[in-house]
């Protein structure tokens, strides 16, 4: 089987919990691996979280237990290594996020298995499993292989989410042992936002050095962003220069997106930004600069001066 282990939030599955059941379609797609699809969803009050996962899955392994209440990289490595071990697993599909990329790669040491990260493409090339992914700073994109079990971390935004299935797939309630955690987490403090998540959001207003100084980022990029409902991003420029958090940066070395319109001021398009946000439905490039990459994706593009045309779209956008 091919084992996903859900990423949900606040009772909700994550959009990169559809995109890794895509993933996993295009890899049972090659021929060679073989099915069922399974989603295995870890944590405490999560009837709800399983059956949103049923609607993609061919079958769905709950886990819902006190232990699973907060996460805990040794707790979920070992939760999935089991699962893994007891299904014959052949692939082992996680997502790319913070907490993915720390307890993956331990998974993929307790199972023996060869270790392939950041994906942006699956398929098979007969028993083998294949992998596209970025190197040398996004400039080139390769092609690994690797036999028998392994475990893959997929690159959020890589793949369209999943759609519901015409019949949803069966619940299951597994038992795990689990060993006591070694390290406890004794606080946390979250930042919050009013704004939709990147990597969530249909659409996004990022702002590059062009825009010119953190009060036009605010005044521009978020002003915009709120009269339309948008996310926000920023190019690593922006972030470098202290001007907005990691959180929002979009590229490389940021987050993957993939929304239905993306709006970028000031924005060069330096290959790096171009690897987070080119597979955008839309692309809407608002730069003084003709020559700018950018408008080389750019489904619309607007050669101007974002002082003056972005109070005119935020101002159309209120009305």
Known sequence: MILIVAEHTAGKLAKSTLE???AARDVLAGGGREGPVTLLVLGQNVAAVATEAAAVADQVLVADLPQLAAYNAEVWAAAATQIAQEGEAHTVIIGGSRSGREYAPRVA???DAPYLEDAIALG??????QAQRYTYLARVTETV???GTVVVTVKPGSFAPATPAATPGEQYDVELDLPAPRVQVTGRSVEKSSRVALTEAEVIVTGGRGVGSTENFTRYVEGLADAIGAGVGATRAVVDAGWRPYAEQVGQTGKTVQPK???ALGVSGAVQHLSGMGKSKNIIAINKDAEAPIFK???YGIVGDINEIVPALIEASRK
């Open 20 to 22: 890794m059941v895509t």
């Open 109 to 111: 040491v307790k199972l």
């Open 124 to 129: 098979s090339n007969g028993a083998a499993l």
């Open 145 to 147: 292989e690797a036999d």
């Open 261 to 263: 319109a993306y709006i």
């Open 297 to 299: 994706v750019a489904d």
